[in-house]
């Protein structure tokens, strides 16, 4: 089931009242009667929307970890759907209607965003942007750029708000909430960023309606799998210099399949992940893990860890 025994690379259980189950690149999503939902955390590695052959020990369980402890820090703010997490990979909660659109916000002009502003673009997702800015220089107030959520192996695409409500693909009264939701989390994420010497550059949130129809936050949020973070500490100095900023984000692990020739296009091999890169890799998210959250990492017992994993969920649902 995986490469050793360290690592989780799938997980294939039959849970009582199960009623579906979903493999995405890096989490596996199995659905349960009464709208409930239980997501467990994977060591798989994707870049370049590429999943890498061999897992990274505890990178599902730091990823877990992150999400559920920012969801617990933003829910006075924001209700989400997480209702328990019974294992160090896994998150119950409640199966949710997710809206069609990832809300991208972002407060610094990097990534994405600098490449079409370095085209010449002055205008992205309807958001027009000031002559003269420069690379990772913040922006005013943080804007927001929404992407069309893409169906499996497609990539996400830009759209503007007015797009969105021509289109009919959010309602103009739920837009607003999702506005409203996503500007809040990213405030309160770059308040626990600063507490930790961070800045949060830009991020993407998912909402959903419950059952009920209440607008919840799903999926993940504040991790280094769906954030981009600068340290706060020389920032502005680098900025003066035109020197790179210090990231804290996957970045590094797409540097290094660049450097190896490989961008995930077609026809490029994957390069292969040696013991030594495999664990340099599981080291920098543990030190992702404990920059962002402050804590010490725990590491959860990699012995069994498919039968951890069932045992847990099952001792949940009972």
């Known amino acids: ?15 009582p009242q199960q009623t ?19 997501i467990v955390a994977t060591d798989r590695l994707s870049a370049f929307d590429v999943v ?8 599902g369980q730091i990823l877990n970890e992150i999400s559920a402890e920012m969801l617990k820090a933003t829910e006075d703010l924001v ?18 209607e997710a809206f069609k659109v ?22 992205l997702c309807g958001v027009k942007l000031p002559e003269g800015l420069s690379v990772n220089e913040k922006f005013e107030k943080p804007i927001i750029t929404p992407t069309t959520k893409a ?14 409500l021509s289109q009919n693909i959010v309602s103009e009264e739920d837009y607003a909430v999702l506005e409203d939701y996503a500007l809040k989390l ?6 626990l960023a600063k507490e930790r010497g961070l800045l949060l550059v830009d991020t993407k949130y998912e909402f959903g309606k ?22 706060a500490d020389g920032f502005e100095e680098r900025q003066a210099r035109g020197e790179e900023q210090r990231q804290l984000s996957k970045e590094f692990v797409r540097e290094w399949l660049m450097s190896k020739g490989f961008q995930g296009k077609e026809g490029q091999e994957i390069p292969h992940l040696s013991d030594e890169v495999v664990q340099s890799i599981s080291e920098r998210y543990i030190e992702l893990y404990e920059k962002i959250t402050g804590k010490k990492f725990k590491k959860a017992d990699l012995n069994n860890i498919e039968s951890r994993i069932e045992n847990n969920i099952l001792r949940h649902l009972d």
């Not at 890498?52 to 990178?59: A, C, S, T, V």
């Not at 972002?106 to 994405?112: F, I, K, N, S, T």
């Not at 169906?151 to 969105?164: F, L, P, R, V, Y």
Request: charged fraction near 25%; hydrophobic fraction near 30%.
């Open 1 to 15: 089931m995986s490469s050793n025994h360290s690592t989780l690379l799938e997980t294939n259980f039959q849970f």
């Open 20 to 38: 579906d189950f979903y493999k995405g690149k890096v989490r596996e999503v199995y659905s349960l009667e009464n709208d409930k939902l239980v």
């Open 52 to 59: 890498l052959p061999q897992g990274i020990p505890y990178k």
């Open 79 to 96: 209700p989400n759907w997480l209702q328990a997490t019974p294992d160090p990979n896994v998150s119950v909660g409640v199966k949710c």
């Open 102 to 123: 990832e809300m991208v916000v972002r407060a610094y002009l990097v990534g994405h965003a600098a490449r079409e502003y370095n085209a010449g673009k002055r205008e």
């Open 151 to 164: 169906e499996q192996g497609d990539h996400d695409q830009d759209i503007s708000k007015s797009e969105i």
């Open 186 to 191: 990213f405030s309160r994420g770059t308040e």
């Open 210 to 231: 419950t059952p009920e129809g209440k607008i919840v936050v799903i999926d993940e949020i504040h991790t280094p799998d769906s954030s981009r973070y600068f340290y």
